[in-house]
């Protein structure tokens, strides 16, 4: 990843991406699910953000936030989502309308997605070209033939063999690692600035899956994008992270670059997390760590730390009861907890006003 | 594809084959034989020799694998399906006509239930738990719920009383035994509209929920956010992706719309006097009409099969998946 980092400090040093405590709501006929409840998160030009978390943390709701195709009845209902265009005005696309033009123009064209299952995220009943084809006619003045001409070598770039064959080649006729590549090629055929990677090589296997993220590492370094990748590898997010967020419930429990989250962990998840990767080096024969108890239903959330139930560090009266504000303890590097105290985190009975 | 359908239609032999024998079966079925029927109904005498040479041509005497042989070899090689007894009259000259009115009355129903249903299920999918769509799912249901003779009942009288048109039957009195002549076919395209409505009102409500049904299920798979992704349009996405996928199996059930029309809406012909197979097959039943039955029941046998055929056809042309399977 050298390559990435010597290409910002080109570059000036500007988000691309800023997300500003995000909450996004699913109003059901049960109740109100928080499944993101405050999420900030900052892109750099050409870096890499790995979001973590455990299934249901809200990972996904956040990427789908971000292109406003939260599915009903999920609603943004605060935040902010700050977006750089090409044309270098920013614009809030939160505010946007999720059926109106300005997004649409974005999506796929600025912001690009790809997504956990590549077995079902292309339409059974069209060919890969056709997918392709309608991306780039979308978004860029070209015509059908020159369409297909980029169609051809997007797939060549993504390394499908016999691209020209496989544009006519229907889903169903490819492997999981191919139907992933042709994914990303219709994602990057109109060259986005941004790419949103949920989970992508979650469903291939470990063969596959190295190829996939060299191949997103390799289409990064050349064409300068940024990358937003959601995984719940940590081995993935070592080896691809500029920059890492660990989110826990909707909230983004602890944020800063890639060195500072796996050597000096703050919160005591993040911790956990760590520490709950299997090691072979190991040498006495102790059981695996695994963090106790289980992510709670999402109609029961816990007050306070929503992460307090399950908490080593677990403070009585505390955890409990005060909602932990993100602190920055150096730089970038922030945490939700109260084991890191601020003016505010002594006096519970203050916190609890607010 | 050409192989497809080579061997589909190879498939359809053996079909074919079994469906004559439960057809001819269908004829034996009935206690006694049914010169017995002919003869106790018929007011004069019948003498002697007209019986024999009935159960000559019959061959009443010979073992069933004979009989079933003569009847079978007849209608392929000369089209000769035997005799009505109750109308006295070949079996083909009755039927033809009414097979060619049932196709039409069948294919217009159809053509009546894919444009309502259709447009209507995906709005129902589309705005899903509004008002718009609880309001089309009750009459969905009423539509499902009231009997197809008695909707035939309510729309005759409507038709009377208000508009003053002839009811009933598909023709004019004056055209019913005149050749075909563009004034008839005109006089029967007027006359179609009543069966037409009340024979798809059940299969519109039916259609609706299964196109709804059909259509939340792709709305809610990932090719659809994919493609909400690239930035398409949610008019453009709806009608490229998911509502294609969902009218598959649409086409696939298309053949069903046959022998329902042909069987299940024998009631509503004879309300409706329409001159289908329907009330022919009823009566024939009804009468012992042993050879008329048989014949119906193959023909709209081979019919329906013929209809699963097309849309088999059909759908191995619009989904890919199809063809290797």
């Given at each position: 990843m ?19 405590d ?5 109003f ?33 709701v956040t ?82 033939q ?37 994914m ?66 909707g ?21 956990a ?18 963090i ?16 307090h139930?399950r ?8 955890c ?35 | ?43 004069e ?47 083909s ?6 097979l ?25 999918a ?21 009997p197809n ?43 179609l ?90 009566r ?26 097309i ?15």
């Amino acid at each position: 990843m050298q390559p990435t980092h010597t290409r910002l400090d080109a570059a000036t040093d500007e988000a691309l991406l800023e997300v500003k405590d995000v909450k996004t709501h699913f109003f059901t006929d049960e109740g109100i699910v928080k499944a993101v409840e405050g999420v900030n998160l900052s892109l750099k030009r050409g870096q890499t953000l790995c979001v973590v978390g455990e299934s249901g943390c809200g990972k996904s709701v956040t990427a789908r936030s971000i292109l406003r195709i939260v599915p009903p009845p999920g609603e943004i209902v605060s935040g902010e989502i700050l977006f750089r265009q090409r044309d270098g005005s920013a614009i809030d696309l939160a505010k946007l309308n999720p059926k109106g033009r300005e997004i649409r123009e974005i999506r796929g064209g600025e912001i690009s997605m790809i997504f956990q299952e590549p077995m079902s995220s292309l339409s059974p009943v069209h060919t890969i070209g056709s997918q392709i084809m309608e991306a780039i006619l979308l978004h860029l003045p070209v015509t059908k033939q020159e369409a297909r001409k980029r169609a051809v070598s997007m797939l060549d770039l993504v390394g499908i063999p016999r691209p020209s064959e496989t544009l006519d080649a229907y889903s169903f006729e490819l492997s999981g690692g191919m139907r992933q590549r042709a994914m990303i090629a219709i994602a990057l055929a109109c060259e986005p600035q941004l790419l949103i990677a949920d989970e992508p090589t979650t469903a291939l296997d470990v063969t596959t899956q190295a190829n996939i993220l060299d191949l997103i590492a390799d289409l990064q370094q050349q064409s300068g994008m940024s990358v937003l990748f959601i995984t719940h590898d940590l081995g993935v997010v070592a080896e691809i992270a500029d920059e890492v967020i660990v989110m826990y419930l909707g909230r983004d429990v602890e944020s800063g670059d890639v060195d500072a989250i796996f050597h000096d962990p703050k919160h005591p998840y993040t911790r956990a997390l760590l520490q709950s990767i299997p090691r072979y080096d190991s040498r006495d024969n102790k059981r695996l760590y695994s963090i106790k108890g289980t992510v709670p239903h999402p109609f029961d959330r816990p007050t306070g730390c929503p992460f307090h139930p399950r908490c080593d560090d677990f403070i009585p009266e505390q955890c409990n009861r005060v909602d932990p504000q993100r602190i920055f303890l150096s730089g970038d590097h922030s945490v939700r907890c109260l084991l890191y105290p601020t003016a505010a985190s002594h006096s519970p009975d203050e916190e609890l006003a607010t | 594809m050409i192989w497809y359908i080579a061997r589909r239609i190879i498939y359809l032999i053996p079909t074919l084959l079994i469906i004559s024998v439960i057809a001819f079966a269908v004829i034996q079925l009935p206690p006694g034989d049914f010169l017995a029927s002919l003869i106790s109904k018929a007011e004069e005498t019948v003498d002697q020799a007209q019986v024999d040479a009935l159960r000559e041509r019959y061959g009443l005497d010979e073992p069933i694998y004979v009989q079933y042989w003569k009847w079978i070899s007849g209608i392929i090689t000369r089209g000769d399906f035997g005799d009505s007894f109750e109308w006295n009259r070949p079996v083909s000259d009755l039927i033809w006509e009414r097979l060619g009115l049932t196709m039409v009355i069948s294919l217009f129903t159809l053509a009546f239930v894919w444009i309502v249903a259709i447009p209507i299920g995906i709005y129902s999918a589309v705005k899903k738990y509004t008002i718009g769509d609880y309001l089309v799912t009750i009459i969905g249901f009423i539509g499902l719920a009231i009997p197809n003779f008695l909707l035939a009942l309510v729309l005759m009288y409507i038709a009377f009383r208000y508009f003053g048109q002839s009811v009933g039957g598909l023709f004019s009195p004056e055209y019913i035994e005149a050749d075909w002549s563009l004034e008839r076919a005109l006089d029967l395209l007027s006359h179609l509209w009543l069966p037409v409505i009340i024979l798809g009102t059940a299969g519109t409500a039916a259609l609706i929920r299964v196109m709804r049904a059909n259509l939340l299920d792709e709305l809610s798979k990932l090719y659809v956010d994919a493609a909400r992704a690239r930035g398409l349009s949610e008019l453009k996405l709806l009608f490229k992706y998911p509502v294609r996928v969902a009218l598959n199996p649409l086409v696939s059930a298309m053949a069903w719309v046959f022998p329902a029309l042909v069987s299940g809406s024998a009631i509503t012909s004879i309300v409706l006097n329409l001159q289908t197979t329907g009330p022919l097959l009823y009566r024939s039943l009804q009468a012992q009409d042993m050879y008329l039955a048989g014949s119906l029941i193959l023909l709209v046998s081979v019919l329906t099969i013929i209809g699963t055929l097309i849309s088999d056809i059909l759908l191995a042309w619009i989904d890919p998946r199809i063809q290797l399977q």
